[in-house]
């Protein structure tokens, strides 16, 4: 069974520019997860969606973050402008629906702003 | 919303000693306890996991512990090897939302 999958693996951009980073789960996985980790932190969920739709997106700073996923497959996660604090690595899960449920997760984006 | 406590926050152990990592939580609806372990620039692997209908698990060196109750779960390893030093992050769960502790950096000294 093929695993999470990011892209970019890392990002190098400065302040105020945009980024975009890219999620395909876990074939079946209804449930969807954007975290960002900062250097020595547990994760912190940003947003999740149940297929297509938001379920828990209270931790998204929603003036410089936004995340779709469209179809209830691939989703998107975007920062336009970046902050010098967005600097992390932003991980993406899934996990199959019907909880509690396992959720595993990609590789991570790391990304520097400058 | 869940608040999950991790403690401590780094643990040296001797290879060979054993690695004890607790964590409590505030919502008794969090039904589900997971571990994970993180290799630096590696992602979080899930190396034991725990639902609240069971006190305990095991799993070759590996067990974690359930208290309801006290709504408590430890991380136990016995027999450390170096391959075990990480970051371990507990975490708990309500339905499919997930909340994290803030980690466990453990180092087994040869």
């Known amino acids: 069974e093929a695993g999470v999958a990011q892209s970019p693996r890392y990002k190098i951009i400065e302040k105020r520019q945009s980024v975009a980073f890219w999620c395909n789960p876990i074939?079946?996985?209804?449930?969807l997860y954007w975290y960002q980790q900062i250097l020595g932190q547990g994760p912190k969920l940003l947003i999740q969606f149940q297929n297509n739709g938001v379920v828990d997106d209270s931790q998204l700073p929603k003036d410089r973050f936004s995340a779709e996923r469209l179809k209830g497959v691939d989703s998107t996660l975007k920062i336009q402008p970046a902050k010098l604090e967005d600097s992390a690595v932003y991980l993406c899960a899934s996990s199959a629906s019907g909880g509690p449920e396992t959720q595993y997760f990609g590789p991570g984006t790391r990304l520097l702003v400058l | 919303g869940e608040n999950v406590e991790q403690h401590p926050s780094t643990l040296s152990v001797q290879e060979g000693d054993s690695a004890v990592i607790k964590c409590t939580y505030s919502d008794s609806a969090s039904n589900y306890f997971p571990w994970y372990k993180q290799e630096l620039g590696k992602r979080p692997q899930l190396i034991i996991d725990?639902?609240?209908?069971?006190g305990e698990k095991k799993d070759q060196r590996i067990a974690v512990t359930l208290n309801k109750t006290a709504k408590h779960f430890s991380l136990h390893i016995t027999e450390t090897q170096p391959e075990d030093s990480a970051v371990y992050f507990c975490a708990a769960s309500i339905g499919n939302q997930f909340y994290f502790g803030t980690g466990t950096s453990l180092t087994v000294i040869p």
């Open positions: 725990i639902r609240s209908n069971v």
């Open positions: 074939s079946g996985h209804a449930t």
